[in-house]
């Protein structure tokens, strides 16, 4: 029975992607554009955290997750993607959220550690058969 499964490896990579990709666009988007909380709004929350130059990382961050996640939706740039999405959750779990443990529920990072090794998995298997980066690398 489980060998059935073995038949669709090459839709594994492309399950990874779309759950980061769709989570890290969605949560992008009003980083990004707004209305809430916008650029000035996630710079004002990343002040409030003590982050240096929150007006700069404001846009970083909503850039990596808005088009990083985009980008492994479709399979291109996969691996860069997945590394600037792994660097992002890595600090965000040791610099904002690890005193607060690891559930969800008391504040902690159990969500970001789900992405983190999410990117990293997309960084270390690349991203699948099925992704615009194996047609752009094979010429299908």
């Not at 990709?21 to 650029?39: A, D, E, R, S």
């Not at 409030?48 to 980008?71: D, K, Q, W």
């Not at 399979?75 to 590394?83: D, H, I, M, P, Q």
């Amino acid at each position: 029975m489980l060998d059935f499964f073995g038949h669709y490896a090459a839709w594994g990579a492309l399950f990874l992607r779309l759950g980061a990709g769709i989570t890290l666009t969605v949560h992008g988007h009003p980083k990004l554009f707004g209305p809430q909380p916008g650029p000035k709004g996630f710079a004002q929350y990343l002040k409030s955290l003590g982050i240096g130059g929150p007006e700069t990382m404001a846009y970083v961050v909503a850039i990596a997750e808005f088009v990083g996640g985009i980008c492994l939706i479709v399979g291109f740039l996969t691996r860069l993607a997945a590394l600037v999405i792994a660097i992002e959750f890595l600090v965000i779990i040791l610099k904002v959220k690890w005193s607060k443990g690891f559930l969800m529920s008391g504040g902690g990072w159990e969500w970001d550690w789900a992405l983190l090794t999410m990117a990293i998995s997309l960084l270390l298997t690349g991203p699948g058969r099925l992704s615009l980066d194996n047609v752009i690398h094979t010429g299908l």
